[in-house]
């Protein structure tokens, strides 16, 4: 497969998705790679955004399907970049398309096979509090929705073979280079969370009622594993009292990670909001360093959280989480640096408003596209202030949280302004 | 604060809810009603069709149930969902007869099965209506589409088994052929949710004895543990699951 002109944009987050459809509205031909199996990246993770709390799916869901049905756009889920290289004014580029095991040509995404398959293990897409099929989509708003079979897990018992009526199931498949020459490149790389294990003192992965922001956004979603039911993960029962604790592994020099992450302060005033919602008896307690609501609607946003919804705000950071080993519940002692009083108390659940880290594809692919990173791991802009959307390469432009923690409309902005600039690049050079 | 507000309910009510509380999901009556009352307003929101009162006084002196229930998108998803699976049917009846079929058909059902998951998750209030309708209006025509191709493709084979799959057509666009299709909960208290640790959950057709578990889990190295006699969780070192679960599997056959 070989092309002569276009964009490629590499990551099918919202930021990547953004930016193909505006380069795909101005003709051009958009390579859209993904390297999971469905476009969506984190936002398709979300309950609400904030602050107006609307739901995400409905936000990301009509972009997913447009850019799959766009006809300037090529979408290639589940596929990898592998090389990159410069020939004259165009790049030539190598992708992989891993083998998904199924037959496109067959499948027509009944899902029967998913239905018999009798592995499960957890869904990396529910933060692993759900369960799938070793042959899965992983949710049912998937894009492209073609059924993958997890090699990893699969143990061909066969069933899946045996149950496809259409015979779709095909073991032999190998992953197919595809071959592509492009005139501009976006990166919308997306980030990751914070892994909270690096804080033993919160005890996350040892006390299974100490939980992240993303987890407890997969238990609030109502087409999460709980389908919205608020419940503790030890024994399933509806928290009375939750704590957040702010700034784990954000403005933490101690774990290399000296940035604000943006977004957490606003999420769990959202979440705190949600938990109200759903719970109205749920007593909520914000931990905090600063409360910063710095966007358009926060600041409402969070008095209408201490004033209208109860939510506790002290100013402290937890120096650590104590279980209670009969109950499950969770012991947090706390100096509250503005009465200079110290707390002890007792919470259901606790959730870690855990940082925004730089992903882990973006050294491979800053090695790839030989575009620098900067000290803190996220790509490096040619000038932050007047072109903070290019990198240092000509013709490579970056947006969205690729380049730094990143709300949603930051990103969604950082992606029209880069397929912009990728389009006049591509008019420019010809 | 909220105000809060107090509501009577018949004893044999709150009796029914007080034995809910004995499982340890609902700590007392009123987180049950809270949730009960949540959920219920959020099915009458999803139910809601896309003309408001505001809009449309009429509605409230001449109830048009059934005219409205028939343009609500939740209802004509419901049925373009049972046309598309009679058709996914059918491309799978002639992909087994070996028969000729349009090789861009798959794709295409997909496609629909994506706009009709599309569609089923845009039904909030807040959801832009005029999405939903367009995408439905393209959900149609590419059902109709296909369902020519396959039907052109039926004749080919004969009038008689293309006539037989009009008539199913015909059922499923006239009648509820009651695809239920139930959201299931994929959560369960107490398994590890860390993705680091490696643990699969087999679902077994047959019981197996959990003895010679155990003997299959001492010979890999991993642990077994029957959460019913169906499924058992298989916990320990990446390869040592896979190749456990295997063995475990085949021990039914």
Redesign the interface.
């Known amino acids: 497969m070989s092309k002569t002109s276009g964009i490629l944009v590499i990551g099918g987050g919202i930021a990547g998705i953004q930016a193909a459809l505006d380069a795909a509205e101005q003709g051009v031909t958009v390579y859209l790679v993904e390297r999971e199996p469905s476009i969506g990246g984190h936002m398709a993770m979300l309950d609400k955004t904030f602050p107006t709390l609307?739901?995400s799916?409905?936000i990301l869901?009509?972009k997913m399907?447009e850019a799959?049905?766009h006809p300037n756009i090529k979408l290639l889920a589940y596929s990898e970049v592998q090389k990159v290289k410069r020939e004259g004014k165009n790049f030539k580029v190598e992708i992989l398309k891993k083998p998904r095991f199924v037959d496109?040509?067959?499948?027509?995404?009944?899902g029967v096979c998913a239905q018999h398959c009798?592995?499960?293990?957890?869904?990396?897409f529910?933060?692993?509090?759900?369960?799938?099929k070793a042959i899965y989509v992983p949710f049912?708003?998937?894009?492209?929705?073609?059924y993958t079979i997890d090699e990893?897990?699969c143990?061909?018992?066969g069933l899946c073979n045996r149950m496809c009526?259409?015979?779709?199931i095909n073991f032999d498949q190998k992953p197919e280079t595809i071959n592509l020459t492009v005139g501009a490149i976006i990166v919308a790389t997306g980030y990751e969370t914070f892994d909270a294990h690096k804080k033993s003192e919160y005890g996350y992965?040892r006390y299974?009622n100490v939980?992240t922001n993303l987890?407890l956004e997969r238990?609030l979603n109502?087409?999460?594993?709980?389908?919205g039911?608020i419940?503790?993960?030890?024994?399933?029962?509806?928290p009375?009292k939750v704590a957040f604790i702010q700034c784990v592994g954000s403005r933490d020099l101690h774990v290399g990670n000296p940035n604000c992450s943006g977004v957490c302060c606003m999420c769990a005033i959202k979440n705190g909001v949600l938990l109200k919602?759903?719970?109205?008896?749920i007593d909520v307690t914000i931990f905090y360093m600063d409360v910063r609501t710095f966007g358009k609607g926060f600041e409402e946003f969070y008095q209408r959280a201490k004033d209208?919804?109860?939510i506790h705000f002290i100013r402290g950071r937890v120096g650590k989480i104590v279980e209670n080993p009969e109950t499950n519940n969770l012991l947090l002692r706390i100096e509250n640096t503005e009465t200079s009083e110290v707390i002890q108390d007792e919470f259901d659940m606790v959730v870690l408003s855990i940082g925004v880290v730089p992903s882990g594809g973006i050294s491979e692919i800053s090695k790839i596209l030989s575009v620098p990173t900067d000290r803190y791991g996220f790509f490096e802009e040619k000038d932050i202030k007047t072109n903070p959307i290019a990198s240092k390469v000509e013709g490579i432009f970056v947006a969205g949280a690729a380049l730094g923690p990143k709300d949603i409309p930051d990103s969604v902005a950082d992606a029209s302004a880069a397929a912009i600039k990728a389009v006049t690049f591509l008019m420019g050079e010809k | 604060m909220r105000d809060w507000t107090t509501i009577s309910l018949r004893e044999e009510l709150i009796n029914e809810i007080r034995g809910l509380l004995k499982t340890g999901r609902y700590r007392s009556v009123s987180e049950f009603v809270s949730e009960a009352i949540r959920l219920r307003l959020e099915e009458v929101s999803r139910s809601k069709g896309p003309a408001t009162l505001e809009s449309n006084p009429s509605t409230l002196t001449v109830p048009p149930r059934t005219e409205h229930a028939e343009t609500h998108p939740d209802i004509v998803v419901d049925r373009l969902e049972q046309i598309w699976l009679v058709l996914t049917r059918l491309f799978e009846d002639m992909i087994q007869k070996n028969l000729e079929v349009d090789i861009e058909a798959a794709p295409k059902l997909r496609n629909c099965r994506t706009l009709i998951n599309f569609i089923r998750a845009h039904t909030c209030p807040g959801c832009d209506r005029d999405i939903v309708q367009y995408r439905l209006q393209d959900l149609q025509h590419s059902l109709e589409k296909i369902k020519g191709n396959l039907m052109a493709a039926a004749l080919r084979v004969s009038e008689t088994y293309a006539k037989k799959w009009v008539n199913i057509l015909d059922e499923a666009e006239r009648t509820d052929l009651q695809i239920i299709t139930s959201s299931v909960y994929t959560f369960v208290p107490g398994l590890p949710k860390n993705l680091e640790t490696e643990w699969v959950r087999l679902t077994l057709s047959k019981p197996i004895a959990k003895e010679k578990a155990q003997e299959i889990a001492k010979e890999f190295g991993v642990t077994t543990e029957f959460t019913d006699d169906s499924q058992l969780v298989v916990k320990g070192d990446k390869n040592s699951v896979k190749k456990a679960v295997r063995v475990l599997y085949q021990l039914q056959s």
């Open positions: 609307d739901c799916a409905c869901t009509p399907v799959s049905r496109e040509s067959k499948c027509t995404g009944c009798p592995v499960e293990v957890p869904n990396e529910d933060a692993g509090l759900g369960v799938r049912p708003q998937a894009v492209p929705l073609k990893k897990n143990i061909k018992c009526k259409a015979g779709s992965g299974p939980i987890e238990l109502a087409s999460g594993p709980t389908g039911h419940m503790r993960l030890s024994d399933g029962r509806i009375r919602e759903h719970v109205h008896e209208e919804f109860g």
